[in-house]
């Protein structure tokens, strides 16, 4: 094999890779319907579509976790099987998935060593382990400390001990699902940074993505699926977000929300001091202020672990407060059962839907009505009025546009924007005078997003104050008439939209007020 075939970690490069009519069925679903796909050398190319779209059983099949039911993968021109991950690996193909696959209490080393054989037997080599992950390191610009415990790390930098795993088991080829899902925009400038080289070096990278204009700037060539089908392969340089969008969902997508001008009224909702412990045995929230005014959308921005989850929580009393207060209309809610809060007209809609927002073996109907059955005209001397539940579903589910079978199918066989539908519809048709929005779109293609800030902006603009959890920076930035920035459970500070920038709120996601930033550029 020539010099020029192989990549600068001395494995052989993928000139190109082909999924060719590649179908893949479940019960009752055409997942991929005779799909192709490829991938050269040298090239970032993108694979786009909505949830349930067929993307992650098209690489799931490429990763060898599923196998296709009719459709050949060709490597380099020549037919390979590719039974398992192991096989997948064996070939150079390598996945960065978008939940980290990492042990905690591990150190870089000891993770990227897990599951390989040792040069020496029974015994550990992890100094040659840790000269490898240096040498990778050096080669593609991944800074990173072989003896750090990865708990240590930030969500950047464990990402990066995931791309060293697969750059050290020959990965020629990368999958990287969601790859930006959870960074500041400062660490998705440094994966970008990192994955120019890795092209430049001759790697072939695959990059799924809900985020356009990440699609735009980092990929050479975009493929969109969608209903299992594929709809066309274009080079980026030829197509615009609004296409990619429109070519997604199949008619034309509004990007930027009308957000128009709103009267404030009272505050509604107020955290004055709080704190709280996190479930690592840590502070959670240290002496958090903010206001919530009626007719506004609060943006809370940060990166994920830094006190969102606690905030939350706390307002909707499922988290014990140990020092500050939260008043809901000037009323001290502090510690109140969560039943008592939402009869306070608190809406909730939680960043986990499967796990606190439905309940997967109820019905439709059923989730509609949880927080009021126990209220006319759902029930009546303690029993329930079927009639009136199943006209107050139909009701919604028509006006929330929930695809469902019917009012009796169950939650759990509802995709995620389907359920996050009935989330929706269960917590606005309340009227709520506050709505704690923690993580609304995650997940959710580009149709779906589009609907849940619809229905945030219009319930902002019937005078709700409106407290919007977010990791998403551009949603943060679309909706939001103030932003609050979450750093180690403190607010960093709270920034007007016309005077927020990526950069600005970059920064202090990463804990940096930009004017210290200046000064020690200075």
């Not at 786009?48 to 459709?71: C, F, R, V």
């Not at 809060?341 to 499967?354: A, D, F, K, Q, V």
């Amino acid at each position: 094999m020539t010099e020029s075939n192989l990549l600068p970690s001395g494995k052989p490069r993928i000139e190109s890779l082909e999924m060719r009519g590649i179908t893949k069925r479940f019960p009752g679903v055409l997942a991929n319907d005779k799909c192709d796909f490829d991938v050269h050398t040298g090239e970032v190319h993108a694979l786009l579509g909505e949830n349930g779209a067929g993307k992650s059983t098209l690489m799931k099949i490429l990763y060898g976790l599923y196998h296709p039911d009719e459709g050949q993968i060709l490597l380099n021109g020549k037919p390979v099987t590719i039974s398992s991950p192991t096989d997948s690996i064996n070939l150079g193909i390598g996945m960065i998935h978008q939940h980290f696959m990492l042990v905690p209490t591990l150190t870089v080393a000891e993770n990227v060593a897990l599951g390989l054989p040792s040069s020496r037997g029974a015994l550990t080599d992890l100094d040659r382990v840790s000269k490898r992950i240096l040498e990778l390191a050096k080669i593609y610009g991944l800074k990173i400390d072989p003896d750090a415990y990865v708990w240590q790390l930030s969500v950047g930098q464990q990402q990066r001990v995931e791309i060293i795993k697969a750059l050290y088991r020959g990965a020629a080829l990368l999958i990287l699902d969601e790859p930006t899902a959870v960074l500041t925009p400062q660490e998705v400038d440094e994966l970008f940074a990192i994955m120019k080289q890795m092209v430049r070096d001759g790697h072939a990278l695959i990059f799924i993505s809900h985020k356009l204009h990440e699609v735009v700037e980092i990929s050479n060539r975009v493929t969109v699926l969608r209903d299992g089908r594929k709809i066309g392969t274009r080079p980026t340089s030829e197509i615009t977000k609004q296409d990619l969008a429109n070519w997604m969902v199949g008619r034309e997508v509004g990007f930027t929300p009308d957000r128009g001008k709103t009267d404030l009224g009272e505050v509604r909702l107020q955290l004055d001091g709080v704190k709280c412990g996190s479930d690592r045995g840590t502070p959670g929230l240290r002496g958090v202020s903010l206001e919530v005014r009626s007719g506004e959308i609060l943006g809370i921005a940060g990166v994920s672990g830094n006190g969102q989850r606690e905030l939350a929580e706390t307002i909707t009393g499922l988290r014990k407060i140990t020092g500050g207060h939260v008043y809901l209309e000037n009323k001290d809610i502090t510690n109140l059962p969560p039943g008592e809060i939402t009869e306070h007209m608190l809406s909730y809609i939680p960043e986990e839907r499967m796990r606190d927002g439905v309940i997967k073996e109820f019905t439709v109907a059923e989730n509609l009505i949880l927080r009021e059955h126990h209220k006319a005209p759902y029930s009546h001397n303690g029993l329930l009025n079927l009639r009136g539940i199943a006209s107050h579903a139909d009701q919604l589910i028509k006006e929330f546009r929930v695809k469902t079978p019917s009012r009796d199918t169950l939650a759990k066989n509802l995709s995620g924007g389907n359920i996050q539908k009935v989330v929706l519809a269960r917590e606005l048709s309340r009227q709520p005078r506050v709505i704690l929005a923690a993580q609304p779109t995650r997940g959710l293609d580009i149709g779906a997003t589009e609907y849940v800030r619809e229905q945030l902006l219009e319930q902002r603009r019937k005078g709700a104050a409106i407290l919007l959890i977010s990791e998403d920076l551009d949603e943060i930035l679309a909706l939001s008439d103030r932003i609050a920035v979450l750093y180690e459970g403190q607010v960093m500070d709270i920034v007007p939209r016309e005077d927020a920038t990526p950069e600005k709120l970059g920064l202090l996601m990463a804990g940096v007020h930009p004017e210290e930033s200046a000064s020690v550029a200075k």
